[in-house]
């Protein structure tokens, strides 16, 4: 018997927002970005999720050694905070060049914007000691199928992969899949189209897949399902535990808080496998209500880690002898009956 998992956390300073969404501005005083990182360690969280830009502000404007002293004065920050960066993503959904796509675009120069802005990306990974690039291909789809052809847009994700793993030998890349939105259609929307590009790439170990909860229900698929995919083939780098209320724009829902028989399932799917006990993360991407008042705001951060260590709890403490009765005996109304109550406390 292995001992229990003790769960490390993490969270992108994205996460804490002023409350903007597409049809109104800022409804909350700006947290300034720097002051982000001494909130995480009373919160409960070690580990910092971070978009290239978050580490470097304005890194397209640098040169190369101005993006690299900013890189080096992050590590000393994290390393005095006493937090470990998880994982840096390139940002390529903000920029006029990315306005469709970076990888799959249709314009060459855009391409090579893209392809510039990865290579940077890595490099801040490195210079501020982390490994992992965390790939959420927002605007690689299409808002219509006949915009792109899209046979060649899988060999253009594919042949970024490669490039990336050439361009330095220890990185790990983790694909974040999404099904939509911000594109009416994504090129991976899944974990399984994830893990089909990692088998294909030129070093399949070094590509894994990061799971978001939420993205998972979009696709009409179940997180716990598709975090088992990606642990059969030891492939699951992070999860962005949250929910969503159904097919409906990405919320970001606390986790657990819109169904958490579902929540309960991705947490026995990570328990089971042993998730954690290499170190992996138990990462968040929450979004706090826009109702919320207050600077900086938190406690959505806080709850969900709570929610996520209670549901931890009722794993531990449920009959697993009796989950196996059930199955073998192949009565899975007894073995509802008890997991329902087993949740409900009763
Ligand atoms: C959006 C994604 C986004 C990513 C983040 C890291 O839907 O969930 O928040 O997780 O940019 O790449
Ligand atoms: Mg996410």
């Known amino acids: 018997m292995n ?140 808002y219509i199928r006949e915009a792109k052809d899209a046979r060649l847009a899988y060999q253009r994700l594919l042949e ?8 330095d030998a220890e990185i790990e890349i983790w694909i974040e899949p999404k099904p939509n939105e911000p594109t009416d259609q994504a090129y991976v929307p899944t974990i399984g189209h994830a893990i089909a590009l990692a088998y294909a790439s030129k070093d399949p170990t070094r590509v894994k897949g990061l799971i978001e909860s939420a993205h998972a229900l979009l696709a009409g698929l179940d997180p716990s ?40 399932n991705q947490v026995r799917v990570l328990e089971e496998a042993g998730y954690g006990r290499r170190g992996e993360f138990i990462g968040l991407d929450v979004k706090a209500m826009r109702t919320q008042a207050g600077s900086p705001v938190t406690a959505h951060l806080a709850n969900s880690r709570e929610f996520f260590l209670l549901l931890v709890e009722k794993y531990r403490s449920m009959d697993a002898s009796l989950v196996t009765q059930y199955r073998e005996a192949r009565d899975y109304e007894a073995l509802e009956h008890y997991l329902v109550r087993h949740l409900l406390g009763a």
């Open 3 to 142: 001992p229990p998992v003790d769960y490390k956390f993490s969270f992108g300073p994205w996460n804490i927002s002023e409350g903007a969404d597409p049809f109104g501005p800022e409804v909350r005083p700006a947290f300034p970005h720097e002051e982000k990182f001494a909130l995480y360690r009373p919160l409960g969280f070690e580990g910092v999720q971070f978009h290239d830009d978050d580490v470097v502000p304005g890194l397209d404007d640098l040169s190369p050694d101005q993006m690299l002293n900013k890189a080096a004065e992050v590590k000393a920050m994290l390393a005095n905070q006493g937090l470990t960066p998880e994982f840096v993503a390139p940002r390529l959904w903000f920029d006029p060049r990315t306005v469709d796509g970076g990888y799959t675009s249709n314009s060459a120069s855009d391409r090579a914007y893209a392809w510039d802005r990865t290579k940077k990306c890595i490099d801040i990974a490195r210079a501020i000691g982390c490994k992992a690039i965390v790939l959420w291909l927002s605007r690689e789809g299409t």
């Open 225 to 264: 399902d598709e975090m088992a995919f990606a642990l059969a083939h030891d492939k699951l780098g992070s999860v962005h535990l949250n929910d969503q209320n159904g097919l409906k724009y990405d919320q970001d829902k606390n986790f657990g808080a819109a169904n958490l028989r579902v929540a309960f």
């Open 160 to 167: 970024t992969l490669d490039a990336m793993l050439s361009h």
